[in-house]
């Protein structure tokens, strides 16, 4: 298990355990721990419904040209901005520290 923190728009932290050995992805983990994350698309980085900022990370994977597509089409995203239902839980991202952001 790693630990995740994700801030929530209000400004909340919350503090998430997730296990490396399911092939999660992030946004399953802050769905399944009941976050306001829609997630319409459910996974396939066609909608970004589950844009998150990262604010804190060790090495994290690289980013499909989906993701940044979807990403470039955002008008809050950052430099730092990720899909969540891009990023599997592994043991690197243990610590991890996540905003949610609008999607739109």
């Known amino acids: 298990m790693i630990k ?7 400004g909340e932290r919350v503090e998430l355990e997730a296990p490396t ?11 399944a721990n009941e976050l306001d994350v829609p997630a319409i698309c459910g996974g396939m980085a066609i ?14 994977p ?3 040209d989906d993701e940044a597509f979807m990403l470039e089409s ?3 995203a950052t430099e730092t901005s990720r899909l969540s239902c891009q990023l ?3 043991p690197e991202l ?3 520290v996540v905003r949610l952001r609008p999607e739109a």
């Open 74 to 76: 955002l008008p809050h």
């Open 94 to 96: 243990n610590g991890l």
């Open 4 to 10: 995740i923190i994700v801030e929530t728009q209000n």
């Open 47 to 60: 909608c970004a419904t589950c844009h998150v900022e990262v604010l804190e990370s060790g090495e994290l």
């Open 21 to 31: 050995d399911m092939g999660l992805s992030l946004m399953e983990v802050m769905k």
């Open 88 to 90: 599997r839980v592994t």
């Open 62 to 64: 690289e980013m499909n």
